[in-house]
């Protein structure tokens, strides 16, 4: 062969032969993959091209369909593209969502704007309203009731199961944004919803440092809306991505102990707080939300908001300001502690929260607790004398 042949076609053989195995799976890059024979030109069930996933995505929606008790796990680029994949999967024109009014911001956006200019219209409602309230909105166009537990930002608890049965009987699909339990804390799936999604960014990833997103599904019916959405609208997350996010999920359980050990601390210590009104935490007895959270969930990670006593927006920003071991952040989820005012996010809301006080987030990050509380404390002092 001459030198060009050479290049091309050199050592292709030795890179097929058989790996050694190590922990985690290879992570095979590849756009093209090649078939075995010409029968296989004709044999559907086989991976044909890369964008089906590869070695480490095939090892990652194992995993999670194990976590999620899924038969179905699709990946998406970004958690927001989980979800807003997950609903162009399901509607068509004409069509209804109903959502809970504290949904991911983003997720608003979308139907608002996307969904509405393809004709499908949103409505939303408070988002602690009963199952039966819920399901009263319901008209003939509903096709789908998107929730989030707890909400963004007010950590509102929705009645999952309920709502979940409720849903079914009247031939309604449901979805949850599950971010929050990472999967892991709360099993939609068990508790009658057709999809869990989740942004894999925050808890799985665990690093701040990638993005992705999954739905995962028992419901056939469900599944092979999001198999399809999933081949025709091409779709693709890397392969090393892929890895980072099993990579991350190995260490879930042991991370989350830890978040929920140190968020628990902090939730009871602001609690105590005299320029604390109220803990937004649903796994703090005697908190909004907490009996649901009781019945449904198996434990509770980092991310708990508070209310502060009355204060300007000014205040709240001295308070932000003044931490020093609190990142400013819109995201969570990672190994560090993070803060973000709440109240500037409400003005979208079609139920405006009355809390008394400004909002304020904590992710609640790995650190030693009480060095977290040494810088809450001083920034509560600033945030009263400002
Ligand atoms: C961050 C977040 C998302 C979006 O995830 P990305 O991976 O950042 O796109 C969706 N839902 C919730 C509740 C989130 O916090």
């Keep these: ?19 050694a195995e190590t922990v985690g799976p290879p992570i095979q890059r590849g756009s093209t993959v090649l078939l075995p024979n010409a029968a296989a030109i004709h044999d559907y069930s086989q991976i044909s091209y890369g964008r089906q996933g590869l070695a480490s995505h095939q090892a990652l929606v194992a995993a999670l369909a194990e976590m999620e008790g899924a038969s179905d796990v699709s990946l998406f680029p970004s958690g927001l593209a989980a979800i807003t994949g997950t609903l162009l999967a399901v509607v068509k024109a004409g069509d209804e969502i109903l959502a809970a009014d504290s949904v991911y911001r983003p997720t608003r956006r979308f139907c608002d704007t996307v969904l509405a200019r393809l004709g499908v219209s949103t409505r939303y409602f408070e988002p602690s309203l009963s199952a039966e309230g819920v399901l009263a909105l319901a008209t003939p166009a509903t096709r789908l009731i998107m929730l989030e537990t707890p909400g963004s930002l007010t950590m509102d608890m929705q009645d999952i199961p309920g709502i979940a049965r409720a849903a079914r009987a009247r031939g309604v699909l449901t979805a949850v944004d599950n971010t929050w339990a990472a999967g892991l804390l709360f099993k939609p799936l068990a508790h009658g919803i057709d999809i869990s999604i989740q ?188």
Aim: aromatic share 10%; glycine share 10%; proline share 5%.
């Design 199 to 386: 942004s894999l960014t925050k808890y799985v990833g665990g690093h701040s440092d990638v993005f992705m997103g999954s739905a995962a599904t028992a419901n056939p019916a469900a599944a092979k809306l999001l198999d399809a959405a999933q081949l025709e609208m091409g779709w693709a997350v890397a392969p090393d991505d892929a890895y980072f996010m099993l990579r991350g999920l190995r260490t879930l359980g042991t991370r989350l102990e830890r978040h929920e050990a140190n968020a628990m601390i902090i939730a009871r210590w602001l609690e105590s707080h005299g320029n604390v009104l109220q803990v937004l935490y649903p796994a703090l007895p005697g908190a909004p939300g907490h009996d649901i959270w009781k019945r449904d969930f198996s434990g509770a990670s980092g991310l708990l908001s508070f209310v502060a006593r009355p204060g300007s927006s000014a205040a709240v920003d001295t308070f932000i300001d003044a931490l020093r071991l609190f990142g400013l952040g819109y995201s969570w989820g990672g190994f560090e502690s993070l803060a973000i005012p709440g109240d500037p996010q409400f003005a979208c809301r079609g139920f405006q929260p009355r809390f008394g006080g400004p909002v304020i987030r904590l992710q609640i990050g790995l650190e030693d607790p009480d060095d977290l509380i040494s810088d809450l404390d001083q920034a509560l002092a600033a945030y009263a004398t400002a």
């Design 1 to 19: 062969m001459k030198r060009d042949t050479r290049l091309i076609h050199g050592s292709r053989h030795k890179a097929s032969t058989k790996l």
